[in-house]
């Protein structure tokens, strides 16, 4: 049986540090997705902090083949990672150096595992809010395209900072989401513009998809929580002393410094 305990203090170790493995250990290496996403719950369970919310990443076909996997996967958001709209993002030695615009999804109510897949009526009916975000992601293997799915789930799906704004304050639900304009500005440039398609059509369809995803492997999502949905926009290089703002159009910006 794989030592996840072991494989979730050998992540955790370098995370604290900032240093880098090539791969885990083949002892400790989940063997399927499965098996990744309990390497990743060992992981939070261990980090000492909570788990705040929940991350989609490759929600691209463009993302899928940066990382190579075949789809999208999930990572926990822990609470001592996640930062208030404005604040400093401590890059240090991240190797991926960038930002991203994700739409978020708070939860009201827990969506619980079970057999049925859940549909997107029920996952929205369990929303309670709408966030804007912008997440700056990292790994900690040497080169995060060539581990695999399972080693990327079980590292939190690069998971890293999380720049989490306040509840939209303005009506979102009647808005068409995936064709919804989002745009990145780096130093007041505009640097990346996209729409909310880029993640899996929808983000609404992407939502609907973690909810099943973690239905199936990750005990299913808990009121309080939140889900970022991948990124709208090509990820944004950054640097320290770097500005950034994601402009949302109607449902208003967010930014933060690069540290």
């Known amino acids: 049986m794989t030592d996840h305990a072991a494989a979730a203090d050998l992540l955790l170790n ?8 090539t791969e885990l250990p083949e002892a400790l290496r989940p063997k399927s997705r499965g098996e990744g ?5 060992t992981v939070a369970a261990r980090s000492g902090s909570t788990i705040a919310g929940w991350k989609i990443a490759a929600t691209s076909e463009a993302g899928q083949k940066h990382i190579n996997v075949d789809g999208p996967i999930i990572g926990r958001i822990l609470k001592n990672r996640l930062l208030p709209e404005g604040a400093s993002v401590t890059l240090g030695d991240n190797i991926m150096r960038v930002a991203e615009a994700e739409f978020a999804f708070g939860f009201a109510k827990d969506l619980a595992p079970r057999a049925a897949p859940y549909t997107q009526d029920e996952v929205l009916d369990a929303v309670g809010s709408l966030h804007l975000s ?4 990292d790994s900690r293997y040497v080169d995060f395209t060539k581990v695999g799915a399972a080693q990327l789930i079980a590292d939190t799906a690069c ?3 999380l720049v989490l704004g ?5 009506p979102w639900r009647d808005l068409d989401l995936s064709s919804h304009a ?3 500005l ?3 440039a505009v640097k990346a513009e996209g729409t909310g398609k880029a993640v899996l059509g929808d983000p609404r369809k992407a939502l609907t998809w973690f909810v099943n995803e973690a239905s199936t492997y990750c005990g299913g999502v808990k009121a309080g929580q939140f889900v970022t949905t991948g990124t709208c926009i090509v990820p944004m290089a950054v640097a320290p002393g770097d500005a950034v703002t994601i402009d949302y159009g109607v449902l208003g910006t967010i930014s ?3 540290a």
């Open 14 to 21: 370098n995370w604290a540090a900032t240093t880098r493995i």
């Open 37 to 41: 996403y309990d390497a990743a719950a």
């Open 134 to 137: 912008i997440e700056v992601p």
């Open 159 to 161: 998971a890293s900072w």
């Open 166 to 170: 306040p509840a939209v304050n303005r």
């Open 182 to 184: 989002v745009k990145g």
């Open 186 to 188: 780096l130093n007041g």
């Open 256 to 258: 933060c410094r690069i």
